[in-house]
């Protein structure tokens, strides 16, 4: 057959999808015909079939190189459920089982083995690769062999080896993180330079996008999650001890929220993920230890409590929400403090100056995104090279800023910062131009000073959002190394000889409220149905914990969605439920369908 049809053949037989999503047909293409790839597609796009499909369909091998043993195991199971021959070598896994599984993949049985880079380039490992028909290395999460990008692990380095050591071999490396210097660096790395870069579907329409100032987070989040009762979210937070304070204050609140991050034990963690994959209403309070490899389809929102590290890290996160592909949303709470925290932490980190400086560029270009106020995908998307309308599904689309000029209250600020010497933080020359009569401003006699009080007429939050967006635009500066004072620069300078004006949406005096869109319930499923899918869920569960594995891998909630909307009671039925093939047909139908049919009946009397 022609390999273009046995490909799109596999994809309904083997898969059980009737369609490949925007993207996946040409890396597949592009895979068959020989090609070394890089495809960098975001979280949820469905990267995993793009390799395994021209892996099961090729006569030689294929090794999957994957960061995580839970991605690996989770993987594993999924291909062994629809009837693919898949093994895993890894130092979770013990001896014994490895011993096993390498005999299999070393059979003719098996085409597809899973290896932690740690186990691949073990010398014994590599002789022993040499001796089998290794066709393709498949290179997930590829960029964690960049030092540009975020996530750079020292055990990925040695995976620029393999070309040299398997010079038949064909590289497809895959990730959804990466800019393009560090798509070119992994290309450089893994092919010196030789492979195709293919970029696609960055945009999210279904993910809402909002952005709000925060001022009393835990009241301000447990608002938001308590109007979202019955769906799951993930709320990430800078560290350890915010994720514990904030899940302890959702949990006194009656929400089903959990902390987790690398300070709880193994147990513990894998506790919490295997919660997480089955309880609809449990709420995720992480630091980023949580998300990598994440596969649940109907996580329903995800808020950052604080600012996450640059545009790359807050789009993966943001990924992890309506993989499903149904309206979720997704919302960023921060403040002048996080900025200046962020700051601190690249500039406390190892790393040379050329590291750093563009550390800082990352962040600048995650300030621009919340600060815009143009549409926050158009600014999302230009970030990746891709372009798109304005979306109508994000804040300031939907409710458009009142853009004002604001020029001569940043002009007060900059007065201030520069008459004070550039020698204090935001709270001090807030109080100077308030006309406060603080010990300090009396102590350094700053009330003589021609700025001071030069803003009464204005709250103290009116002049703390002038501040954040002047350091958000780089107007005013947070000198880390001198204790975060504010320093101004060039554009301050343009602003307070006017050569430029400073503009910014309405700021209130108050503390503004956020507006953010109340919960969508499942519009597909009709009121009556929804005891249908409650027995097909029971019924998954039953049959997951019998297997001991995450409910999804036996069907994906939007499976069971599309089972009570389209109730299915032939065979033929059954396999055009999305995500449904041949092998769960023979495995599944009866059960399912007699549960359908008993629901049927019932209706019907
Ligand atoms: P990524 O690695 O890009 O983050 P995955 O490979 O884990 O994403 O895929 C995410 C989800 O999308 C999985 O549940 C997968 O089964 C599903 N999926 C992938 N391709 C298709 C397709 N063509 N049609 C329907 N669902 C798909
Ligand atoms: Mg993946
Ligand atoms: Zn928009």
């Given at each position: 057959m022609h390999d273009r049809t046995r490909i799109k053949d596999a994809l309904k037989?083997?898969?059980?999808?009737?369609d490949f999503r925007a993207g996946q047909e040409d890396i597949i293409s592009s895979i068959t015909s020989g090609e070394n790839i890089l495809a960098v597609m975001p979280?949820?796009?469905?990267?995993s079939l793009c390799y395994q499909l021209p892996a099961i369909t090729r006569t030689s091998k294929t090794i999957i190189i994957s960061p995580l043993v839970a991605l690996m195991s989770d993987q594993v199971a999924s291909l062994k459920e629809i009837g693919i021959a898949a093994e895993m070598i890894h130092s979770g896994q013990i001896y014994d089982d490895n011993v096993i599984s390498w005999r299999r993949f070393a059979?003719?049985?098996?085409?597809i083995l899973y290896l932690s880079p740690e186990r691949l380039m073990q010398p014994r490992m590599i002789a022993a690769l040499q001796k089998l028909p290794i066709g393709m290395f498949v290179v997930d999460e590829a960029h964690c062999i960049s030092k540009w990008g975020s996530g750079f692990r020292p055990d990925y380095e040695a995976l620029s080896q393999l070309r040299d050591t398997f010079p038949s071999a064909q590289i497809a490396a895959f990730t959804a993180t990466a800019d393009s210097a560090t798509r070119r660096d992994i290309a450089q790395k893994l092919c010196e330079g030789n492979a195709r870069i293919i970029v696609h579907g960055f945009d999210r329409p279904n993910l809402s996008l909002s952005v709000a100032p925060k001022n009393n987070v835990n009241q301000q989040i447990t608002e938001i999650v308590q109007g979202r009762s019955g769906e799951n979210g993930i709320i990430y937070c800078l560290s350890r001890n915010e994720t514990d304070q904030l899940a302890a204050y959702l949990s006194d609140r009656g929400v089903n929220a959990w902390a987790y991050h690398a300070g709880k034990d193994q147990e513990y963690r894998q506790n919490c993920q295997d919660r997480f994959m089955t309880e609809d209403d449990m709420v995720m309070v992480a630091?980023?230890?949580?998300?990598?490899?994440?596969?649940?389809?109907?996580?329903?929102y995800v808020i950052h409590a604080s600012l996450p590290s640059s545009v790359e890290a807050f789009y993966q996160e943001i990924g992890r929400a309506g993989r499903d592909g149904k309206p979720s949303d997704t919302i960023m709470f921060y403040s002048l403090q996080d900025m200046v925290k962020r700051q601190r932490m690249i500039f406390e980190a190892e790393g040379n100056d050329n590291f750093k400086f563009s550390e800082y560029a990352r962040l600048e270009a995650l300030l621009g995104y919340c600060e815009t106020t143009d549409c926050r995908r158009q600014v999302l998307l230009a970030y990746f090279d891709d372009a798109s309308a304005p979306c109508g599904n994000c804040d300031n689309c939907l409710a458009p800023p009142d853009v004002r000029d604001y020029s001569s209250e940043a002009s007060y600020v900059i007065e201030a910062i520069y008459q004070t010497g550039?020698?204090?933080?935001a709270s001090h020359i807030i109080d100077v131009i308030r006309g406060s009569d603080s010990a300090k401003v009396k102590e350094k006699a700053h009330d003589g000073l021609s700025a001071y009080g030069k803003g009464i007429n204005h709250s103290k939050a009116f002049f703390q959002t002038i501040m954040r967006q002047l350091v958000a635009r780089a107007i005013v500066k947070v000198n880390i190394e001198r204790f975060g004072a504010l320093e101004v620069t060039e554009l301050g300078d343009d602003i307070l000889a006017g050569r430029k004006s400073f503009t910014a949406g309405f700021i209130s005096e108050k503390e503004t409220k956020i507006a953010v869109r109340q919960s969508r319930k499942e519009t597909v499923i009709r009121d009556e149905d929804a005891g249908l899918v409650g027995q097909l869920k029971a019924l998954r569960l039953e049959i997951a914990q019998s297997k001991n594995v995450p409910a999804y891998v036996v069907f994906t909630d939007k499976a069971i969605m599309e089972m009570a909307y389209?109730?299915?009671?032939?065979e033929e039925a059954f396999l055009s439920i999305n995500g449904v093939g041949p092998k769960k047909v023979k495995e599944y139908f009866e059960q399912f369908s007699a549960v359908i049919e008993r629901y049927l009946n019932a209706q019907e009397s």
């Open positions: 037989t083997v898969f059980g999808f009737s979280t949820g796009a469905g990267k059979s003719d049985d098996c085409h630091t980023v230890a949580f998300g990598m490899g994440i596969d649940k389809p109907d996580i329903r550039q020698f204090f933080g389209y109730k299915p009671t032939t």
